[in-house]
């Protein structure tokens, strides 16, 4: 059973940048497709990015593509969320997911706490 801990959140002005970590406990973590979503006050959690067990393939929502970046470390059992050009409307809770994949959140059965972004205006 994979456990994950994601850091890095955190207040930034709009524009700036942060890099979120998940970290990942377990052997089969390479074997996973890791996931990050968010979820705002009031708001259905959404997809945000995920990336195969390789890291050769990528997938963005159609908000943050161009500005965020998904990337792995197998090596080190971490995935992170590289997080430029921040809006306001970036603001959530993000978390870290493992499972099947793609867009739903019902196809990740492993979820992180979360880590709070805050974008001031």
């Known amino acids: 059973q994979v456990q994950l801990v994601e850091s890095g959140g955190g207040l930034v002005q709009t524009g700036g940048s942060l890099r979120l970590t998940c970290t990942a406990s377990?052997?089969?973590?390479?074997?996973?497709?890791m996931g990050w979503f968010r979820q705002a006050p009031g708001k259905e959690r959404e997809f945000v990015a995920t990336?195969?067990?390789?890291?050769?393939?990528?997938y963005y929502a159609d908000s943050v593509k161009g500005r965020f970046t998904i990337s792995r470390d197998n090596a080190r059992n971490i995935v992170y969320l590289q997080m430029n050009s921040l809006k306001p409307e970036d603001t959530a809770t993000y978390y870290c997911?493992?499972?099947?994949?793609?867009?739903?959140?019902?196809?990740?059965?492993?979820w992180g706490q979360g880590t709070q972004v805050t974008v001031s205006s």
């Open positions: 990336v195969n067990w390789s890291g050769e393939t990528t």
């Open positions: 997911a493992a499972g099947a994949g793609f867009t739903l959140p019902s196809n990740y059965n492993t």
């Open positions: 377990g052997r089969s973590f390479s074997r996973l497709v």
